[in-house]
């Protein structure tokens, strides 16, 4: 099914520790985006890229980094994790036509 | 600085009622504004979206309505069925498609047989 891809689904570290998460989209969008999503927080955007070759900062980057590989995929790397950053963590995409379209969300927890 | 705003916080039905949600946002400079469904521990399904030129989408048993000028959205549910339980989340794009898409708290929406 066309959509986009999140991976992994789960994931625990521990403080201090790096890892990347991976978002792949098959829509052929030119827009896609990073959120976390916390209890009584809401959505929160952490990074964006407009399209291919750019990226900008959201609400909440500080503590992450972002790279836009190729128009389908879309990472987002913690290089020191803390437990301020267990949360979970929605991939999205859009055109200017269809609105956003979520993955299914990658829950990290940061111990 | 957007702020979106959905009441009630909670929603408690019987099955077959006919409910409203609503959505209200203080900046009327949208691109769209989307509703959304997300089910406990899962993602967010998009339901319908409204481009700022657009006063209403329909999809099914749902509707929803678009007025800028007074800053509100409602999304109408008819016919309420125990699988609409969820939490719903209205979101307005800013200034571009791209535009930060900024989101209402959602409501608990239950409807019991």
């Known amino acids: 099914n066309a959509g986009v891809t999140q991976t992994p689904k789960f994931q625990v570290l521990k403080t201090g520790q790096s890892m990347t998460l991976q978002c792949a989209q098959d829509?052929?969008?030119?827009?896609m985006y990073w959120y976390r999503q916390d209890p009584g927080m809401g959505l929160r955007l952490i990074y964006y890229s407009a399209s291919e070759g750019t990226t900008d900062k959201g609400e909440v980057p500080n503590g992450y980094n972002v790279s836009r590989l190729n128009k389908r995929e879309f990472s987002l790397r913690l290089e020191s994790a803390a437990p301020s950053q267990t949360s979970v963590y929605f991939c999205?995409?859009?055109?200017?036509?269809?609105?956003?379209?979520f993955g299914s969300g990658t829950r990290l927890t940061v111990v | 600085k957007q702020e979106v705003t959905q009441i009630p916080a909670a929603l408690s039905v019987p099955e077959g009622e006919n409910l409203v949600l609503n959505c209200s946002f203080t900046?009327?400079?949208?691109?769209?504004l989307q509703w959304f469904r997300q089910d406990p521990g899962k993602g967010l399904t998009s339901l319908l979206l409204i481009q700022s030129s657009q006063r209403e989408q329909t999809s099914g048993r749902l509707n929803a309505s678009l007025d800028k000028s007074s800053g509100r959205s409602t999304l109408y549910i008819a016919a309420s069925q125990p699988g609409d339980s969820a939490t719903y989340l209205c979101a307005s794009s800013g200034g571009t498609s791209y535009g930060k898409l900024t989101f209402g708290q959602g409501t608990i929406l239950t409807v019991h047989p």
């Open positions: 900046d009327s400079a949208i691109y769209n």
């Open positions: 829509m052929n969008h030119n827009s």
């Open positions: 999205a995409s859009s055109e200017s036509w269809t609105g956003r379209t």
